[in-house]
């Protein structure tokens, strides 16, 4: 189907400095990954998010994969999900070992939350996955107090939610661990593919560096001839008699030195998308067909605007949309457990209702940030025509 406004993939256009940043790496970064730029970037970070170890990897699903691994799970452990996320939000889990109990999520809200993870939490619950959907920040307080009571580890993923505070701290602060994503999709890209991960304990930040890189690791011994037994050692991170598989999670400097321009205009990439939906939701109060998440803060940094149809007329709508008026809204966030994939691995029971409704009848509208106001202001009207014939 040709469209007039496409649901991009592509969130953002670049600045003249940005563009010069990256021109200026491709240039004299020496070496060419895991040098100054990334340091700086790691640093930037942990400014920014506050006071933790910042990892830079090559996407937030890969830094998923690093915290699934220093969960440390053991035969019979439990992780609770919520089922209404991306699929890297779980699966890395299952790899590490941990049988996944799908939460459910508040139905305003649209994330997991205290009470909607209470009855999933039992003493084989050794983690729990907040995600940050939509560019919502779930109520980590109250989260990460149960998480004391219960003893059980927290993973924000927070890769939809860059610069979003609750409660006088950002989104990826509360956890054990903090994810976030810079893709090709977010509010802000490091070229496509980036991320980072956030730790709390310094013991298990520790291990990061071999785990993101192959194992790699000093020879011990100081060394006559610095070039025997060879160039460097490959050996297991390890902690408390544990041993972990490396990997090569890598992120590569031109993006890193992307991403340190990028932290500078993230503040205003969200403030502009949070009036721009607010103004959107606004303008439709007149159609109680369309439920928003409305929040006028930067708890929210709507990367994504999204709705629930209450007329029980979704399809007709998004095809209305598409058809006539050639713009591709689309449904997001399948529930997990209906994947073969999660049936397949013996995860696909879930008791979900307000997941599963809201699913069912949500709508994600094209919101990219550089989508025209002329193209916004499209979107709105016909959104507004689509509604009233839906209304006959
Ligand atoms: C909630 C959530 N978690 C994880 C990811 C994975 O991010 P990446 O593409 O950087 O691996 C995404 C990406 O869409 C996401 O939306």
């Not at 003249?16 to 940043?21: L, Q």
């Not at 440390?72 to 299952?94: L, N, W």
């Not at 505070?165 to 990826?172: H, I, P, T």
Request: aromatic share 10%.
């Amino acid at each position: 189907m040709e469209f007039k406004i496409h649901f991009s993939a592509r969130a953002h256009t670049y600045t003249k400095e940005e563009e010069d940043a990256v021109l200026e790496a491709m240039r004299n970064a020496n070496p060419l990954t895991q040098g100054q730029n990334l340091h700086e970037f790691e640093a930037k970070l942990c400014r920014y998010i506050g006071g933790r170890h910042a990892f830079g990897v090559c996407n937030a699903t890969a830094a998923l994969e690093l915290a699934a691994q220093l969960c440390c799970f053991d035969k019979g452990d439990e992780v609770v999900i919520p089922s209404h996320t991306f699929t890297s939000s779980a699966y890395p889990f299952a790899k590490s070992g941990a049988r996944i109990v799908w939460a459910d999520i508040d139905p305003h809200k649209r994330v997991v939350t205290a009470q909607t993870i209470a009855d999933k939490v039992t003493s084989k619950t050794k983690a729990v996955v907040v995600a940050h959907l939509y560019g919502y920040g779930a109520d980590m307080a109250e989260i990460m107090e149960m998480a004391k009571r219960h003893n059980f580890l927290v993973i924000e993923d927070a890769a939809q939610a860059l610069g979003v505070e609750v409660e006088g701290k950002m989104a990826g602060a509360y956890g054990d661990f903090g994810v976030l994503s810079f893709h090709s999709h977010k509010n802000i890209s490091t070229l496509g593919e980036g991320g980072a991960l956030m730790v709390r304990d310094k013991e298990l930040a520790a291990l990061v560096p071999g785990l993101r890189h192959n194992g790699h690791c000093s020879f011990l011994a100081k060394r006559n001839d610095y070039w025997i037994p060879a160039m460097g050692n490959v050996d297991f991170p390890q902690i408390n008699g544990r041993v972990f598989w490396p990997n090569n999670y890598c992120i590569g400097e031109v993006e890193c030195a992307l991403g340190l321009k990028l932290l500078d205009r993230i503040n205003v990439i969200n403030q502009k998308k949070r009036e721009r939906a607010i103004r959107f939701i606004d303008a439709l109060a007149d159609f109680p067909e369309l439920e928003f998440h409305r929040v006028p803060s930067s708890r929210h940094n709507y990367h994504l605007l999204a709705a629930k149809l209450t007329n029980g007329k979704r399809d007709e709508f998004i095809r209305r949309m598409a058809g006539d008026k050639k713009i591709q809204c689309v449904v997001q966030y399948y529930p997990l457990n209906r994947y073969p994939l999660y049936q397949t691995a013996g995860f696909g029971d879930a008791d979900c209702p307000n997941a599963d409704n809201f699913f069912d009848n949500m709508v994600s509208f094209p919101f990219h940030h550089s989508l025209l106001d002329s193209d916004l202001d499209y979107i709105l009207q016909s959104t507004q025509d689509v509604l009233k014939e839906l209304r006959a």
